[in-house]
Structures are given as structure tokens and as C-alpha cells.
């Protein structure tokens, strides 16, 4: 009974979300337009050679950047800023009223923008299949599933850690720039300009010590069809999503108690 409850709660929410990210569909273009960065290291390393110093084949170097760039698509985040306006202006209020935790929402919404994104993305490889027709394949069936689940669970893995940052709006008004800090870790650690292979041994160990590479690189080599160790990068983002996930609660609980948004 109460998974039945649950299913058409989360359902309900899904469909509401669906229909309200329709109506940003021109926002959530040029969202997607701002996330061709894989694209462009793909052309700066397409044409600098220099993945050959590091073993990688002209092939693997164009799979890797065009599946981070999917990666890429999926695994946005922006709860911070959202809730950051809705904590602002009071809209967070009567959110913590209604039964349901608010974090639900924001996941809902997540979920919802990725499924308006299909399409765009579609159209985008599409076009880039007609002015470079040899950069796209077919993964295996085996690559493809994994890399799917691998990109949802790097997506909840993204989230946890914003979930956490965004707690941080209880104690300040301008906590999203805290977020723009954690934007440079992520961009040279997760794998998004440069594959990890090519890394510095002690640079790369330093990187799969963070949640970051976890992030991209990971999910982006499975869908891309390298060998990958699959049960050590799920492990890798069970653990670090088990970790965050305390934090967050406790976290989002001290807040609660010191709410006193306009509003509220």
C-alpha cells in the first residue's frame, strides 16, 4: 500500500515537473548549448595529437569526449540556485508545510528537465553526425546499459554533494558562489577537459581520491566501451553517496531550525 502511495506521489510529481520544464523548453536549449565544453576538447585534442603521447587512439580520444559530453547532458545540477531564489523569496515556506520533504520536489524537477533534454541532445548529435559522420557509433548493448546506469548514479552522486552545499542557505544569502568554487575541482578532476589516463600518476591519484572523476570519467569510459573496473566505480559512488548522504540530513535538519526566510 504505501509503495503503491508512493508510486503515484512520485508519479504526480513527475508529470507536474514534465510539463513545467515544457514551458522553460527555449531555456532548456540554450542550457544544453552551454554544455558542448567535451565537444570543444574533442576538436582541441583532435587536432593537437596529443593523446598519442598518452596511448589513446584517434577513436578512443572522439568515444571519450562524445560520451562525456552525454555524460555531460545528463548529470546537470542546479538545485542550489533554485532553492537558494525559492529560500529568498519565501517560496520555501509553504514547500516545508506540504507533507512531502522539499529535496523530493527538486529531485522530480532534476528528473524532468533531463527527460525535456532528450530531444535537444538528439537533434545536437544528430547534427554533429552530419558535419563529422565518422565521430558517432553504436555502443554494445552491455556498454550502453551500464553507461546509462552509470550517468544516473553519477547524477544522485552530483546531487548529494549540492544537496550538502545547498544546505549552506540557511546560513547565508549568497551561498550558490560557494558552488562556483567546487565548479573548478570538478571541471580539471572529473575527466570533462582531459581523460584521466593523461593525468600525471600522482595528479591522477590525487583525482580518484574525490568524487569527481566518479562524476564523468567514469560513466563516460563505460559508455564509450573501454575496460573499465564497473564494480569498483559503483562501489566508488555507493560510498561516497553514503557518506554525503548523513551530512546532508544533519545538515538540512540544523537549517530547519534556524529557517527564518521571508515568509516563513
Known amino acids: 500500500m504505501r509503495l503503491r502511495h508512493g508510486w503515484r506521489v512520485a508519479r504526480a510529481l513527475l508529470v507536474s515537473q514534465y510539463a513545467l520544464m515544457l514551458e522553460y523548453r ?5 542550457w544544453a548549448l552551454s554544455g558542448v565544453l567535451p565537444l570543444i576538447m574533442l ?15 584517434p577513436q578512443q580520444i572522439s568515444r571519450y569526449f562524445l560520451s562525456a559530453f552525454l555524460v555531460r547532458q545528463f548529470t546537470v545540477v542546479w538545485l542550489i540556485h533554485v532553492f537558494e531564489e525559492d529560500a529568498l523569496q519565501g517560496r520555501l515556506s509553504p514547500f516545508l508545510l506540504q507533507p512531502l520533504a522539499p529535496l523530493w520536489r527538486y529531485l ?3 528528473f524532468s528537465e533531463q527527460a525535456s533534454r532528450v530531444p535537444i541532445v538528439a537533434i545536437m548529435l544528430l547534427a554533429l553526425g ?7 557509433w553504436l555502443p554494445s548493448p552491455r556498454s550502453l546499459l551500464l553507461g546509462l546506469v552509470a550517468i544516473q548514479a553519477a547524477f544522485l552522486l ?3 554533494l549540492q544537496v550538502v552545499v545547498t544546505t549552506l542557505c540557511f ?3 549568497r551561498a550558490a558562489a560557494l558552488d562556483r568554487l567546487l565548479l573548478i575541482p570538478y571541471l580539471f578532476l572529473s575527466g570533462l577537459v582531459a581523460p584521466l589516463e593523461t593525468f600525471p600518476p600522482a595528479v591522477r591519484r590525487l583525482a580518484m581520491a574525490t568524487p569527481f572523476p566518479w562524476m564523468v ?6 559508455l564509450a566501451g573501454e ?3 564497473a564494480t569498483l566505480g559503483f562501489a566508488a559512488i555507493a560510498a561516497w553517496c553514503l557518506l554525503l548522504l548523513p551530512i546532508g540530513r544533519w545538515l538540512w535538519l540544523a537549517g530547519l531550525r534556524r529557517y527564518s526566510a521571508m515568509g516563513a
Not at 527555449?26 to 540554450?30: G, T
Not at 552530419?130 to 558517432?136: D, E, I, R, W, Y
Open 130 to 136: 552530419l558535419v563529422a559522420p565518422g565521430l558517432l
Open 158 to 160: 552530483r546531487f548529494l
Open 217 to 222: 570519467d567514469f560513466p563516460a569510459r563505460l
Open 43 to 57: 576538436g582541441v585534442w583532435s587536432g593537437s595529437g596529443a593523446g598519442a603521447g598518452a596511448g589513446l587512439s
Open 108 to 110: 522530480a524537477a532534476h
Open 171 to 173: 546560513w547565508s544569502e
Open 26 to 30: 527555449a531555456e532548456i536549449v540554450l
Open 227 to 229: 575496460e573499465v573496473n
